[in-house]
């Protein structure tokens, strides 16, 4: 794949680990207003970072706030890349003012089991479940998504739309290396 298709479909975001949790990752430029305890202020907040992010053209894809939890903090199918070691899960609902082509229906919760990318320290991957309706497990959507961090307090987020399908390995190589470009050239 060339760099010039993997640009048009990759997505791009960096989250921070919230002060005093061990699994609660915010949505970097969304970290100041995290602290505003007053209810209506935060969404007021909330809504105008939604609309500078819309009026520059940035479309989020997850939620502003993204859990990385257990590895088997939810049943996974035990069979293709299921069955390899899972490193930690990746779960979020999106919020009411939240907007997203991936927030379908409620619950609003997009999910992912996370596996290391064989011989690297810093780099992970998994594949983009969604919610389709309340009481049903999440629909796998084909979109590859690699996680880089080195310390697992900040994590840098691509998606890739589409790629996780039909043939993973390649595209996970293909998709791993233009990460490593972004990520040298910062």
């Known amino acids: 794949m060339n760099k010039e298709f993997l640009n048009k479909v990759a997505w791009r975001a960096h989250y921070r680990l919230k002060e005093g949790t061990s699994t609660s990752f915010v949505y970097a430029p969304y970290l100041r207003i995290e602290s505003i305890t007053d ?17 520059a053209g940035r479309v989020m894809l ?4 993204i859990c990385f939890v257990k590895a088997d903090a939810a049943p996974v199918a035990n069979s293709g890349r299921g069955a390899r070691t899972k490193v930690a899960q990746m779960k979020a609902k999106f919020t009411k003012g939240e907007d997203s082509p991936y927030k379908i229906a409620a619950p609003f ?3 992912t089991s996370i596996w290391r990318v064989s011989e690297t320290r810093c780099f992970y991957y998994g594949t983009i479940g969604i919610t389709q309706k309340v009481n049903v497990h999440p629909k796998d959507n084909g ?26 390995d390649a595209s996970l190589a293909d998709a791993l290396e233009y990460v490593e470009g972004c990520v040298i050239q910062g």
């Open 143 to 168: 979109d590859l998504v690699i996680f880089h961090t080195a310390n697992w307090k900040e994590v840098e987020v691509f998606i890739f739309k589409g790629l996780a399908k039909p043939n993973e």
């Open 39 to 55: 209810k209506k202020g935060k969404a007021a907040a909330t809504a105008r970072l939604i609309n500078e992010m819309k009026a």
């Open 109 to 111: 919760k997009v999910c």
């Open 62 to 65: 997850l939620p502003f706030r």
